[in-house]
Nanobody
Framework: QVQLVESGGGLVQPGGSLRLSCAASLNYFSIYVMGWYRQAPGKQRELVATITSGGITNYAETVKGRFTISRDNAKKTVNLQMNSLKPEDTAVYYC????????????WGEGTLVTVSS
């Protein structure tokens, strides 16, 4: 059974930092494109960042220069370092694993809440 377990969410003041982590119980972890998505109250889920096994990254324009995604293929983890946080970054953040070839192999974590507020 595939599990993606997120951790690291919480309450932070504007301008602060948080680091999210996702531990994946996936066979052949390197075959998966790993990503972070978020969903704010009343809004659709949106892409935050993705990373391939080779380290190619993609970021939403709203987080470029502030967030950094990384992965450790040996440990089967993916992280999201979030700096200069803004109130509009408040959302539930979800870890995602998408198979590079088989599109139906697409998995989600349960999410971790990030609240940016003074």
């Amino acid at each position: 059974q595939v599990q993606l377990v997120e951790s690291g969410g919480g309450l932070v003041q504007p301008g602060g930092s948080l680091r999210l982590s996702c531990a994946a119980s996936l066979n052949y972890f390197s075959i998966y494109v790993m990503g972070w998505y978020r969903q704010a109250p009343g809004k659709q889920r949106e892409l935050v960042a993705t990373i391939t096994s080779g380290g190619i990254t993609n970021y939403a324009e709203t987080v470029k220069g502030r967030f950094t995604i990384s992965r450790d293929n040996a440990k089967k983890t993916v992280n999201l370092q979030m700096n200069s946080l803004k109130p509009e970054d408040t959302a539930v953040y979800y870890c995602n694993a998408r198979h590079k070839v088989v599109g139906s192999l697409n998995y989600w974590g349960e999410g971790t809440l990030v609240t940016v507020s003074s």
